[in-house]
């Protein structure tokens, strides 16, 4: 079955830049169609998407947020990385990674999430 | 602002029939399949409806999922208590060129 889990720091400070690790199993970045993408969840707020990199290393990302994002993938590893840079208080969410078996279609699998709080 | 528009609540009394509205554009759900999640307290969404009006093994046939034009509707009928979450709907958008959110529903049920 396909399962999904992100890892990375807990807290970070402002204007640093933080790593997240999307770690899945039950299918493969090599296999045509298939995505994996970042979402976020500020607390209380609605769902954001940030990031998306398919089998064929097509990544899009949030127009509003393109300018610090970069998302990559180690197919070897079954890994999925998002960096964001000059983090702010304002980023601070739950974050989710998720997978989506064809371009132009939206998630149906999700991790578990994990909480990014920025502060000094 | 969401690029989906969601009303903020709704409610319902057990055993009653709600909707959910979702309304988009021409970018997004006019042109694109729409997802429906259901998330509950402290938890990660999970995957209600796809494709506009398919459901996923394991979700009861008492959600399900509509489209017409730029706006899409998620019903769920026979309400029950542990129907209370929250619904976001989404869509990829073309001009975007990425899948887009509604701001949520929050579903009470009295």
């Known amino acids: 079955q396909i399962t999904l889990k992100e890892s990375g720091p807990t807290l970070v400070k402002p204007t640093q830049t933080l790593t997240l690790t999307c770690t899945f199993s039950g299918f493969s970045l090599t296999t045509s169609g298939v995505g994996v993408g970042w979402i976020r969840q500020p607390p209380g707020k609605a769902l954001e998407w940030l990031a998306l990199?398919?089998?064929?290393?097509?990544?899009r990302y949030s127009p509003s947020l393109k300018s610090r994002l970069t998302i990559t993938k180690d197919t070897s590893k079954n890994q999925v990385v998002l960096t964001v840079t000059n983090m702010d208080p304002v980023d601070t969410a739950t974050y989710y990674c998720?997978?989506?078996?064809?371009?132009?279609?939206?998630?149906?699998?999700w991790g578990q999430g994990t909480l990014v709080t920025v502060s000094s | 602002q969401s690029v989906l528009t969601q009303p903020p609540s709704a409610s319902g009394t057990p055993g009653q029939r709600v909707t959910i509205s979702c309304s988009g554009s021409?970018?997004?759900?006019?042109?694109?399949?729409v997802y429906w999640y259901q998330q509950l307290p402290g938890t990660a969404p999970k995957l209600l409806i796809y494709?506009?009006?398919q459901r996923p093994s394991g979700v009861p046939d008492r959600f399900s999922g509509s489209k017409s034009g730029t706006s899409a509707s998620l019903a769920i009928s026979g309400l029950r208590s542990e129907d209370e979450a929250d619904y976001y709907c989404?869509?990829?958008?073309?001009?975007?060129?990425?899948?887009?959110f509604g701001g949520g529903t929050n579903l009470t049920v009295l």
């Open positions: 998720a997978h989506t078996e064809r371009f132009r279609e939206s998630f149906d699998y």
């Open positions: 990199i398919y089998w064929d290393d097509d990544k």
């Open positions: 021409s970018s997004n759900i006019g042109s694109n399949y």
């Open positions: 494709r506009s009006n």
């Open positions: 989404a869509a990829w958008d073309d001009s975007l060129s990425g899948p887009v």
